[in-house]
């Protein structure tokens, strides 16, 4: 072979080692790109865009929903009254002070109060001393304009002991004072003429004498 021959075999073979060099370069770079793929699909993603521009932000599963607001329990008027029942017989002396309506029923009562009202009455009550007789919640009724009279209805007697509304005693023994509330449940809803009905039993007092029976009523509104 001719040294022209030898030189041009030389210049080939190092042509063809430069190409290979330039394909491996070529493979490296895409890895490199693979890689930076991956870690952009490890990222945390963003909110999801709402059509108008806005984002929605992840809920929280652990957040309680909203409650309807529970309606309050009453009363829904409160009249301050000025009335007094005073039994001469016996010396007992009642007075109205004041005369609340509207008291919600209790959770459930849908019957009840769609017919009738609660209507809490404050009283004070002084007992006589002439005689042994006491006073007692089956001795008062309201009249509404109704065919009955009202009768007392202890339903939300523990309502009003919550709101620091004492109940009237079950018996208030003679000479003893008190002052306190009763619950009637009325009818018509919404009545514009109240009445307190007190009436007194026929007693039986010391000696054999009987004082009869006898019904005192004061309006109230």
Known sequence: MSIARQVLAAFA????????????????????????SDLSSTSPTSP??????????PTDPGTPSATTPTAPAGPTATVAVRASITDPA??????????????AWPQGDT???????????????QAGTAYTASLSPDMFTLGSGARLP????????????????????????????????LVFKIEPIGAKALSLIYT???????????????TFTVPLT
Not at 48 to 57: D, I, L
């Open 111 to 125: 019957v009840a109060a769609g017919l009738f009202e609660l209507v809490a009455v404050q009283m004070t009550w």
């Open 150 to 181: 009202n009768l007392v209805d202890p339903v939300i007697d523990a309502t009003l002991v919550a709101e620091s509304m004492p109940i009237l005693p079950a018996t208030l023994p003679y000479g003893k004072s008190a002052t306190g509330w």
């Open 48 to 57: 999801t865009s709402q059509p108008g521009g806005s984002s929605s932000a």
């Open 200 to 214: 007194r039993p026929t007693t039986v007092v010391s000696g054999g004498e009987t004082i009869p029976a006898k």
């Open 90 to 103: 016996l010396g007992h002396v009642i007075t109205v002070r004041q005369v609340q309506r509207g008291w």
């Open 13 to 36: 073979a190092a042509a063809l080692v430069a190409l290979s060099g330039c394909t491996g370069s070529a493979g490296a770079e895409g890895g490199g790109a693979t890689s930076t």
